[in-house]
């Protein structure tokens, strides 16, 4: 006999979409077997109904022929021979009658009754299994969604463990009634060759115990085939028998497996967390904006194929491709008080979805697999070695490499930053190879947050300025911003800082952007403050995006370095050279990722640098005026370049103030 297909019963508590596509082929296989059933014993009871009234026929037959003696026949005398041929002729018709009653009663036993059967036990029982299995999945699919709206601030211990204890015992009544409809489903592959066979042979034995009784015909020719068929039927009894114990052996196992392979997030403390993957798959919570403030959040099932993000939703027969993740950018986000979302940003800068993941686990696995095929290892040799040297140096290992400011070099290699020759502030070639320990010293804190909450919340009481989003500003600021030749704003976050030791090359900017990208990545920090950088001809100031409140600002002069990242353009960092009351100096490397390329921010910061020193002489100040272009209200313009993605030519008229 064939092999017979077969679902497996360890993929049961998974319930991966595959698995459902495997099932709805052999749900809609029993529904052809129960449409064929019903079909197939409206015929067998025609059959025995045609037997039953072939017994009553022969029966009426026999009267009947009894009855011809009983006739008045005007013409009638003579007839003994008849009469007494038809009373032979009765008894042999009343003898074939007991025979054919005993064929409809064989006929009953053997074929109608196992299909009937068949019917009412297998195939009722694959029915009200398959309900109850789709009550259980519809239960699990609510508690699911009640867990993943669990708050993730000031959340009720509680109501955290009751929800999860709810999952847990979703979860675990639908691995059971998944186990005894996967079973089910695979039993009846045997029982419907079983079902189909067996009141055939029933039949075809009694007709030929008919025959043989009757005539004796067939007999030889039909015992053969007859004990074949019966052997098969043994067979196919045995190999279900045998089928039966081993999934009753294997759906013990599965059942006393650990509580944790039910409850969700069971290890929050210390997961057991693989960051070198390069393909991930399992299910996600999809944030949907269904409005201008309305949103909906679905539970679907994702996986990684090659450069892509796909989606497979329950029921398809293949996942579509939701986004593409070469040079994108993955982050921790705060979405509507959920736990475990992050945020995949295209290579533009631009806001892609937004997911949440069911734990910790599946939280920090799923952004690290998301950075390593941003990065395109998988189209290395060896993957899962570059994965795993690429996690141990940690180098870029919040940001992936985009190749804008690779483009950008090769469009216009002329261009750096102004072009100038002789510029001290921003030099093309480091000034010494200096080691890493003379730049930055060993053990330096590295400080992630640009204001702590505290500081934030002292700074807002003492009335820090604020911008007004009207175009008005305060007294305060308003002389400043209109004595302003340069504003500049550029969208920005912050990364990291620290305290260097040289200011003279930058190479300190590089070793610093080093080993803030390697702390972050050691210490799986991935959450980034956004804020604007107001770069102005006086001072850098970073601007809180929702309160236009300003975070820190910076003195122009005091920024004795910047310069973007060698690879990765969308790095910018600067050095700020502070002199401490009590005489002493201090440097801290300031390291940011920008939307825009850094070198934008780099030009925008020479330009400021340049107009203070023109400031000075009255002729340079001219002489700068004429060579860069104003605005209707008396500012500098910032030319940009030619748009990296499709090339287009921008307005050369764009205003630098934002």
Not at 85 to 105: G, P, Q, R, W
């Amino acid at each position: 006999m064939p092999a017979v297909d077969k679902l497996l019963l360890e993929e049961a508590l998974q319930d991966s979409p595959q698995t459902r596509s495997l099932l709805s082929v052999f749900e809609e296989d029993a529904g052809t077997l129960t449409e064929y059933t019903n079909q197939l014993l409206q015929a067998m009871q025609r059959v025995y109904g045609a037997q039953n009234e072939m017994c009553l026929a022969t029966q009426q037959l026999s009267k009947q022929l009894l009855a011809y003696e009983k006739q008045h026949f005007a013409l009638g005398k003579g007839d003994e021979e008849v009469i007494s041929t038809l009373h032979y002729f009765s008894k042999v018709v009343d003898e074939l009658n007991i025979l054919h009653s005993e064929l409809a009663k064989q006929l009953a036993d053997t074929m109608v009754l196992p299909i009937i059967q068949f019917r009412e036990k297998d195939l009722t029982e694959v029915s009200t299994l398959k309900d109850l299995f789709g009550i259980a999945s519809n239960e699990h699919d609510v508690s699911m969604a009640k867990y993943s709206r669990l708050p993730k601030r000031k959340e009720n211990e509680k109501l955290k463990t009751e929800v999860a204890k709810e999952v847990a015992n979703a979860r675990r009544k639908q691995h059971l009634s998944s186990l005894q409809y996967y079973c089910a489903l695979n039993a009846l592959q045997y029982r419907k060759r079983v079902a189909m066979m067996e009141p055939m042979l029933g039949y075809t034995r009694g007709q030929i115990n008919f025959f043989k009784k009757g005539a004796e015909m067939f007999s030889k020719r039909m015992d053969s085939f007859l004990s074949s068929v019966s052997d098969m039927v043994q067979s196919i009894q045995g190999e279900l028998e045998a089928e039966a114990e081993k999934m009753r052996v294997s759906q013990q196992d599965l059942i006393t497996v650990n509580e944790s392979v039910y409850t969700p997030d069971s290890d929050v403390t210390s997961p057991a967390i693989n960051r070198n993957l390069i393909q991930k798959a399992g299910y996600l919570n999809l944030r949907n904006k269904t409005g201008l403030v309305t949103t909906t959040w679905e539970r679907l099932y994702f996986f990684t194929q090659g450069g892509n993000l796909m989606c497979q939703p329950r029921g398809a027969v293949a996942g579509g491709l939701i986004q593409d993740l070469d040079n994108c950018s993955v982050m921790a986000v705060d979405c509507e008080d959920r736990r475990y979302c992050f945020q995949i940003t295209t290579p533009t800068g631009k806001a892609g979805i937004t997911l949440q993941a069911e734990s910790k686990k599946e939280y920090e696995e799923w952004i690290c697999a998301i950075n390593n095929i941003s990065r395109q290892i998988y189209l290395t040799d060896n993957p899962e070695a570059a994965a795993i040297k690429l996690n141990q140096t940690a180098l870029q290992a919040v940001t992936p490499i985009t190749s804008f400011g690779k483009k950008h070099e090769v469009r216009h290699p002329s261009q750096n930053v102004k072009n100038m020759e002789n510029d001290k502030i921003i030099p093309s070639e480091s000034a010494s190879n200096q080691e890493s320990t003379q730049l930055i010293a060993p053990g330096t804190p590295i400080q992630f947050d640009i204001v702590l909450p505290a500081m934030e919340f002292l700074d807002q009481n003492r009335g820090g300025r604020r911008a007004n989003p009207f175009g008005e500003s305060e007294d305060s600021s308003k002389d400043e911003e209109e004595d302003s030749l340069l504003q500049q704003m550029f969208i920005v976050r912050f990364l990291g800082s620290m305290a260097v030791q040289s200011d003279a090359t930058s190479e300190v900017i590089y070793e610093a952007m080093r080993q803030v990208l390697a702390a972050r990545a050691i210490h799986n920090i991935f959450r980034m403050t956004e804020s604007h950088l107001m770069v102005t001809s006086k001072n850098l100031r970073l601007i809180d995006p929702q309160t236009q409140v300003t975070r820190t600002s910076f003195d122009l002069p005091t920024v004795t370095q910047f310069a973007a990242h060698q690879d990765n353009r969308r790095l910018i960092g600067f050095v700020v050279h502070l002199s401490e009351p009590l005489g002493e100096e201090s440097m801290s490397a300031y390291v940011f990722e920008s939307n825009t390329e850094g070198e934008k921010i780099c030009y925008a910061i020479s330009l400021g640098k340049e107009i203070i020193e023109a400031k000075k002489d009255p002729e340079a100040l001219a002489q700068l005026m004429k060579s860069v272009p104003f605005t209707n209200d008396g500012k500098f313009i910032l030319l940009n370049d030619e748009s990296e993605e499709d090339g287009a030519v921008r307005e050369e008229g764009e205003e630098s103030e934002a």
